[in-house]
């Protein structure tokens, strides 16, 4: 690592304009990606280092050069070395919607946030990136089986209870694939979204864009695994959310009967995905931080349950075998 930093320093130096800079980290990640805030003559930038061997920058790169040309506020790349996997990026400061969300500010930031979403998805690419297709979304929900259930509550299933959890995964692939499709960030939420004094949000952490489910980045964001609002609140900015869809033209008036469900059931797909994924991050990479969000990302599911019949299987298991253990 620390012959990485010297690399990264020895880079940053060749270009024009940094020979004399103050570095420090900028932020943490729960990937392999790590950044640093850069600061020269009264300037700030953020160097970005992606390890070659750990991740692949390419991603990155296109997806930042098609959302910038919709007018999305991404950060913009100022110099990249794809070699050795460094990048230099617009700095967008550090005030994250998470840390700036309450009850004055919630609908002026989500409003913004569900119209940069809108653009998104109405302008956003649909060529050259990858399907979230059943495979995926499959892939995605074994992870609160394997990860989760498995290797951090080391729970045995039952027959019955593992034909369940493959007749709800099924279920909830089917409501994913039976939507409109659209250009989908896949973490649009409150780590990865910055407060901008103009053109806010700030948009971060998008290199995993898929052609997915238009309920997708929307649940994301208003069902939050870091923060929670009242259901009449999500009711609310997913019904504006809807209208503001239609005149864009990414939803049709005709969706509206399926649109609660869609949405719902998208919620079930995700919240189990990062379940297993927070639980991986401790099993796999020694990072226990993100254990404490997972009795609010399965909450969502149970708050839920009355709604959706398919799902009281799913909701007891939780409720009887598996929250108890996260207490």
């Known amino acids: ?49 992606a390890p070659t061997e750990k991740e692949d920058s390419r991603p990155f790169i296109q997806i930042a050069a098609a959302f910038e040309s919709i007018g999305l506020n991404v950060p913009h790349i100022h110099a990249q070395d794809l070699t050795q996997g460094f990048m230099l990026l617009q700095d967008m400061g550090s005030e994250l919607y998470l840390d700036k969300l309450n009850a004055e500010t919630v609908d002026r930031l989500y409003g913004d946030a569900l119209g940069a979403l809108v653009t998104l998805q109405a302008c956003g690419p649909l060529q050259n990136i990858p399907h979230y297709d059943r495979i995926l979304l499959m892939q995605e929900m074994t992870l609160f089986r394997d990860w989760l259930l498995a290797r951090e509550l080391k729970l045995t299933l039952t027959s019955e209870e ?9 279920l909830l692939a089917d409501n994913a694939l039976q939507q409109p499709q659209v250009c989908v960030h896949r973490d649009y939420h409150s780590r990865n979204l910055m407060v901008m004094a103009q053109h806010n949000p700030g948009i971060l952490d998008f290199q995993d864009a898929v052609i997915g489910p238009v309920t997708y980045d929307l ?61 991986r991050l401790n099993q796999r990479d020694g990072k226990p931080g993100y254990l404490k969000d997972i009795p609010r990302t399965l909450g969502y599911i149970v708050t839920i349950n009355s709604r959706n019949p398919g799902l009281k299987g799913l909701v007891a298991f939780i409720q009887k075998r598996v929250l108890p253990l996260l207490k």
């Not at 103050?22 to 970005?48: H, L, N, Q, V, W």
């Not at 593992?162 to 099924?170: A, G, I, K």
């Open 219 to 279: 649940v994301s964001l208003l069902r939050d695994c870091y923060i929670n609002w009242t259901e009449h609140q999500v009711y609310a900015w997913s019904k504006g959310y809807f209208e503001l869809a239609v005149q864009s033209g990414v939803l049709q008036a005709k969706h509206e009967g399926q649109f609660q469900m869609w949405f719902d059931l998208m919620g079930v797909q995700r919240h189990l995905k990062a379940s297993g994924i927070f639980a």
């Open 1 to 49: 690592m620390p012959q990485r930093i010297e690399q990264l320093k020895v880079w940053l130096a060749s270009l024009p304009g940094l020979s004399d800079f103050t570095f420090e980290p900028a932020s943490g990640d729960a990937s392999f990606r790590r950044y640093f805030r850069i600061c020269t003559a009264g300037k700030c930038f953020i160097a970005m280092d």
């Open 162 to 170: 593992q034909s369940m959890l493959d007749s709800v995964f099924n």
